[in-house]
């Protein structure tokens, strides 16, 4: 019987020996978290679980979708015997929230946050050839602050929040390595200079190891390097790229390097093994333009939430990950910007090998507070540790042009205004300080605080053409459309970086659906499939013909839920002719012209 989901997890930094935990588990809901008290870590549960799917999901063979404040999961594992001379990694892909780990009675491992791989060692805890009995609790208190992206904070869906996810929701799996092993690598291509910069860490390294790194494309090896191992906590390689096999990753080629790591003790022997990837291409800011190897790209984004109906945050496939891309190309759109969720990383892969665009960003939005001011935003310090665990997983990725740590930041409570400003700095550092070599957008719409930010942008879901027109007209002299709360200013002014309107459209369209709480989306919903395409095309239009707009980002990709604004349905099945939609986009944009 095939497992769910039982593809690679970690398709960027892969090793051939693993074993997917994915499937049927013993699973308890704990309603008032006393699970703990009442023995649960000791004795077999209730109810069985479909992993990697949460409890709320049909696909979870649950579908539960009340809060729980904790949940419970229980599976014994036979270790490989193969594995015995080996260290035994149980990874976690992503559970939501705050999780702790028992193996064999013994805790292993907690971390805190829902969007973000955690790995237990279970050295001296469960041995290869013997069964494991792998516990695992995770407590999710939803009306808590916590990152929590469209979750909702209330019983039920509405407006633009969306069924919960607690739990584990994407892949378990275990993985042998030696006492000496390669953890995953930074990855930097260096255009200019022909080359990759590699930045491999090794766990338990000692002197008189050697790390060696072979470039490879289809035709072969294209450059090898090795460089001794000392009391580093990391080794950096290069790995030149000769002119004859040069190749950039583009959107329209995304070429893809293959790059074999090997760890060698001090008699010359392999004693760890990885294969990577990676894409050799630039992004640079030159004036109003971002250039993606040196050529201006208007960016024609779709906002992505990432939402299934059968799954809510997990794919049912890995097939649906890589669809959800070809369904948005097919509409014309060159990449996404993904909202509100740190997606699987398997869509990242789809992307790197289709040559779409994607802007990262972290599920900023918590839960409401109590006050008659507060909103979905109650950031803390944990906001930085797990946006930092993200940027860590994704840095290599060459799709991802750009990163936005937090969305529409709300200024209008005076007494917070402080702690959101100090998250929305640190946030920015923090990416800049991981990463050097892409945009960073500071907060995409409402409240722009960081005076440095590589990026600037504004929301716009005005439906009406002239009113839509008349928000943009003032880019032109330096009075771009900004969003304000209650009629005030709440951003720093705009300083003349790139600019784009990152999200607007959201046009109200699915045939059949009541106009009531269970359907809503952006303005008065057409009359007709035809007046949709005349607003998406004048929409679009004032956009591409603005000279000092580099790109755009529609909302959204399909319908979720109760938010029935999509291109697509939440089934995926077509609304519109995709045909049209790409004609209207697909032509050059005026700031690509410039370059003519």
Request: glycine share 8%; aromatic share 12%; charged share 25%.
């Given at each position: 019987?095939?497992?769910?989901?039982?593809?690679?997890?970690?398709?960027?930094?892969?090793?051939?020996?693993?074993?997917?935990?994915?499937?049927?588990?013993?699973?308890?809901?704990?309603?008032?978290?006393?699970?703990?008290?009442?023995?649960?870590?000791?004795?077999?549960?209730?109810?069985?679980?479909?992993?990697?799917?949460?409890?709320?999901?049909?696909?979870?063979?649950?579908?539960?979708t009340g809060f729980m404040n904790a949940v419970w999961y229980r599976r014994t594992v036979l270790i490989?015997?193969?594995?015995?001379?080996?260290?035994?990694?149980?990874?976690?892909?992503?559970?939501?929230?705050?999780?702790?780990?028992?193996?064999?009675?013994?805790?292993?491992?907690?971390?805190?946050?829902?969007?973000?791989?955690?790995?237990?060692?279970?050295?001296?805890?469960?041995?290869?050839?013997?069964?494991?009995?792998?516990?695992?609790?995770?407590?999710?208190?939803?009306?808590?602050?916590?990152?929590?992206?469209?979750?909702?904070?209330?019983?039920?869906?509405?407006?633009?929040?969306?069924?919960?996810?607690?739990?584990?929701?994407?892949?378990?799996?275990?993985?042998?390595?030696?006492?000496?092993?390669?953890?995953?690598?930074?990855?930097?291509?260096?255009?200019?200079?022909?080359?990759?910069?590699?930045?491999?860490?090794?766990?338990?390294?000692?002197?008189?190891?050697?790390?060696?790194?072979?470039?490879?494309?289809?035709?072969?090896?294209?450059?090898?390097?090795?460089?001794?191992?000392?009391?580093?906590?990391?080794?950096?390689?290069?790995?030149?790229?000769?002119?004859?096999?040069?190749?950039?990753?583009?959107?329209?080629?995304?070429?893809?390097?293959?790059?074999?790591?090997?760890?060698?003790?001090?008699?010359?022997?392999?004693?760890?093994?990885?294969?990577?990837?990676?894409?050799?291409?630039?992004?640079?800011?030159?004036?109003?333009?971002?250039?993606?190897?040196?050529?201006?790209?208007?960016?024609?984004?779709?906002?992505?939430?990432?939402?299934?109906?059968?799954?809510?945050?997990?794919?049912?496939?890995?097939?649906?990950?890589?669809?959800?891309?070809?369904?948005?190309?097919?509409?014309?759109?060159?990449?996404?910007?993904?909202?509100?969720?740190?997606?699987?990383?398997?869509?990242?892969?789809?992307?790197?090998?289709?040559?779409?665009?994607?802007?990262?960003?972290?599920?900023?939005?918590?839960?409401?507070?109590?006050?008659?001011?507060?909103?979905?935003?109650?950031?803390?310090?944990?906001?930085?540790?797990?946006?930092?665990?993200?940027?860590?997983?994704?840095?290599?990725?060459?799709?991802?042009?750009?990163?936005?740590?937090?969305?529409?930041?709300?200024?209008?409570?005076?007494?917070?205004?402080?702690?959101?400003?100090?998250?929305?700095?640190?946030?920015?550092?923090?990416?800049?300080?991981?990463?050097?070599?892409?945009?960073?957008?500071?907060?995409?719409?409402?409240?722009?605080?960081?005076?440095?930010?590589?990026?600037?942008?504004?929301?716009?879901?005005?439906?009406?053409?002239?009113?839509?027109?008349?928000?943009?007209?003032?880019?032109?002299?330096?009075?771009?459309?900004?969003?304000?709360?209650?009629?005030?200013?709440?951003?720093?002014?705009?300083?003349?970086?790139?600019?784009?309107?990152?999200?607007?459209?959201?046009?109200?369209?699915?045939?059949?659906?009541?106009?009531?709480?269970?359907?809503?989306?952006?303005?008065?919903?057409?009359?007709?499939?035809?007046?949709?395409?005349?607003?998406?095309?004048?929409?679009?239009?004032?956009?591409?013909?603005?000279?000092?707009?580099?790109?755009?980002?529609?909302?959204?990709?399909?319908?979720?839920?109760?938010?029935?604004?999509?291109?697509?349905?939440?089934?995926?099945?077509?609304?519109?002719?995709?045909?049209?939609?790409?004609?209207?986009?697909?032509?050059?944009?005026?700031?690509?012209?410039?370059?003519?």
């Amino acid at each position: 019987m095939q497992l769910p989901r039982d593809e690679y997890p970690r398709p960027q930094f892969t090793r051939p020996d693993w074993l997917c935990l994915n499937g049927e588990w013993e699973f308890e809901i704990d309603h008032d978290d006393t699970g703990r008290e009442r023995g649960l870590l000791d004795q077999p549960l209730c109810n069985k679980i479909t992993v990697p799917f949460c409890p709320e999901s049909p696909l979870s063979g649950i579908g539960e979708t009340g809060f729980m404040n904790a949940v419970w999961y229980r599976r014994t594992v036979l270790i490989p015997e193969a594995w015995r001379e080996r260290r035994v990694l149980l990874h976690f892909q992503a559970v939501d929230y705050d999780t702790t780990v028992w193996v064999n009675g013994v805790e292993a491992g907690r971390h805190r946050g829902g969007f973000t791989p955690f790995t237990c060692d279970l050295n001296h805890i469960a041995v290869p050839g013997e069964p494991a009995v792998i516990v695992v609790r995770a407590r999710d208190y939803s009306k808590r602050p916590q990152a929590l992206g469209k979750q909702c904070h209330e019983p039920e869906n509405y407006g633009c929040l969306y069924t919960r996810t607690t739990g584990i929701w994407q892949s378990v799996w275990l993985e042998p390595v030696p006492e000496s092993y390669l953890l995953r690598p930074r990855i930097t291509p260096d255009v200019g200079s022909c080359m990759f910069r590699l930045e491999q860490r090794i766990a338990g390294g000692r002197p008189g190891q050697q790390l060696r790194a072979v470039l490879q494309d289809d035709s072969g090896e294209v450059s090898h390097t090795a460089s001794a191992v000392g009391m580093d906590f990391s080794v950096r390689l290069d790995l030149p790229v000769p002119e004859a096999r040069y190749r950039l990753w583009s959107p329209g080629d995304p070429h893809l390097y293959t790059i074999s790591l090997m760890l060698f003790d001090e008699k010359d022997t392999v004693i760890d093994s990885a294969e990577s990837y990676a894409g050799l291409r630039s992004i640079t800011i030159e004036g109003m333009a971002v250039r993606i190897n040196g050529e201006i790209v208007f960016q024609r984004l779709v906002l992505d939430q990432g939402y299934y109906p059968e799954g809510i945050m997990t794919a049912p496939t890995d097939e649906a990950l890589q669809q959800d891309i070809t369904l948005s190309m097919a509409a014309g759109f060159n990449g996404a910007r993904l909202h509100q969720k740190v997606f699987e990383e398997r869509f990242l892969y789809h992307a790197d090998k289709l040559g779409y665009l994607i802007w990262g960003e972290f599920g900023d939005w918590g839960c409401a507070g109590q006050g008659e001011n507060d909103n979905h935003q109650q950031p803390d310090a944990s906001y930085i540790t797990q946006w930092l665990e993200a940027l860590e997983r994704d840095y290599s990725h060459p799709s991802i042009i750009g990163w936005c740590p937090l969305n529409e930041t709300w200024q209008f409570c005076s007494d917070r205004i402080h702690q959101l400003d100090d998250v929305t700095r640190g946030m920015f550092l923090a990416t800049k300080a991981m990463d050097g070599t892409r945009p960073v957008l500071d907060t995409s719409g409402y409240s722009h605080r960081v005076p440095e930010s590589d990026i600037y942008d504004s929301h716009d879901y005005e439906q009406q053409q002239d009113a839509f027109a008349a928000n943009h007209a003032g880019l032109a002299i330096g009075q771009p459309f900004l969003n304000k709360e209650n009629g005030k200013d709440v951003s720093i002014p705009w300083r003349g970086q790139p600019f784009f309107i990152s999200e607007f459209g959201g046009i109200w369209w699915h045939p059949g659906a009541a106009q009531d709480k269970d359907s809503w989306g952006y303005g008065d919903r057409p009359k007709s499939e035809e007046e949709f395409y005349s607003r998406f095309k004048y929409l679009c239009d004032i956009l591409l013909d603005d000279p000092l707009m580099f790109g755009y980002c529609y909302t959204q990709l399909t319908d979720v839920f109760q938010e029935q604004n999509g291109i697509y349905a939440f089934n995926r099945d077509s609304k519109f002719d995709l045909n049209r939609l790409k004609k209207v986009q697909q032509r050059r944009a005026a700031i690509e012209e410039e370059e003519v």
